[in-house]
């Protein structure tokens, strides 16, 4: 074939060989691309197991990983979702909301947190194992103070992803979750006692025992990226190898570096060399130990030459950016996130890092954590409190729905530049782009609830004379915004009952 041919058969389109697309070609370039075919419930249940071990490996000891991981916990979570009935009776919201406030203070079976820090566990679970339990236990009305149901979060180790089983009428377990004949979950089939954990004391029976939990009384909460996903896969997966990698590369160029800081010396000949061995050796091998200025001797007829480790130059501190910023890409948390280094780039670039992320956690906790975990459990608060006879619901036997629907309000953000960021809000409400309400839920907080408070706070403080910059004029007044202060003492007196006490100080001082 001559060499023209072979030119145009390179640019030749179409024909059989060739794919419609390029990225599906087996030429050269990609013919050591053959991921394997397999559905992610199958993908999951052959590695999850090693991929939840060394993610929680990478928490404990990477600190990258690490900081990561709590960011995002925080940033999703906050001081805690509360939640905001949509309820026309006020008082039978505010009795409601009160209930709950005290119930989420001995909601953790457990009793370490409050039901806001099942939150955060429940958030870094997800985000570190693509997935977690939190099983609802019915306690007796004598057991608990508030409404007697209480949650016990459960890590996804507790649900063994290989149990497999084909069960009578159609119903089937697949990777430890029981399903009927129409795919819908039924039960869960937990492990009795974490697969890991070391056997408790006096304990005599079957430590791999299963116990059947029925799906009313377990909330999955599950980062699902597919349709059909069924377990969770750890965030941290498609970039777990470059941060294990990474955490050998620190280890090596710290050796490196102490190596170089004992600045030891050799001295060599032709004689044996006058070592000593090593006590603490276990295979008994000759070891020198070299301290600061060291001069280790070597043999007879000695020459001396000084240790040179190589030096990686001015290349670590760009590789290292670099991988972090991988890094980030990949768990999705910005670089000064993740790497507590606020020294990259400018403040407007470091602010669109931070909305595009609170974006981003935002999308996550409406979709995922709210709907999966804070709605299910407000749903069973309120089911749970009517049952006790906690509150009185007119027509829910008839229409629960009306009381199960609330708002959950997300975590106060903290403006990144409050004077400009107030000044913004206030011209978006003036400008009628949004209301108070939706501007003070944004900061986490209830609208009614702070109307109420500062008209209580503004009653108090004109029954005591007092006023403020921040207080509004008042009909007919020619004051305008932060033109009132305190008043004097002279204004204070035209009052008829400061006149009196006034006259009653005179008297007793004459």
Known sequence: MSFLQKTLNVFRLGGSSNPSFEAAGRGRRLRGFNPPRRHVNAAIQQAGTTLTSRARWLYQN?????????????????????????????????????????WSEEADIDGLHDYYGIQEMVAREVFLCGEVFVRIHARHPDDMWTVPFQLQVMPAEMLDLSYDMPLTGGRYIRAGIEFDSNGRRLAYHFWRYHPDDAVPIGFTGNLRERVRVPAEEVIHVLEAREGGQIRGVPRVARILVKIFKMEFYDDAELERKGTTALFA???KGRGEPPLDLDDDDEDDTAIAPMTPGAIIDLGDDRDITFSQPADVGGSYEPFQYRSILKISAGLGVPYSYVSGDMTKGNFSNVRTDIVRFRRRVGQWTNNTLNFQLCREVWKQFVDRAYMAGL????????????????????????????RVDVMAEKESIKAGLKSRTQAVAERGYDREDIDEELAEERAAARGKGLRFDTDAPEPGSESGWGSATALLPEERQDRPEEREDNEEEEQENA
Not at 64 to 90: C, H, L, Q
Not at 391 to 413: F, G, I, K, M
């Open 62 to 102: 990477d600190g990258y990983a690490g900081n990561a991981i709590d960011e995002w916990a925080s940033a999703a979570v906050g001081d805690g979702i509360k939640p905001r009935p949509r309820i026309k009776n006020k008082k039978l919201k505010r009795f409601l909301v009160d209930l709950f406030y005290r």
């Open 265 to 267: 010396g050799f001295t």
């Open 391 to 418: 509150v009185e619901l007119p027509n829910y036997d008839n229409d629960p729905t009306l009381y199960w629907s609330a708002e959950h309000l997300p975590p106060r953000q903290e403006w990144i530049d409050p």
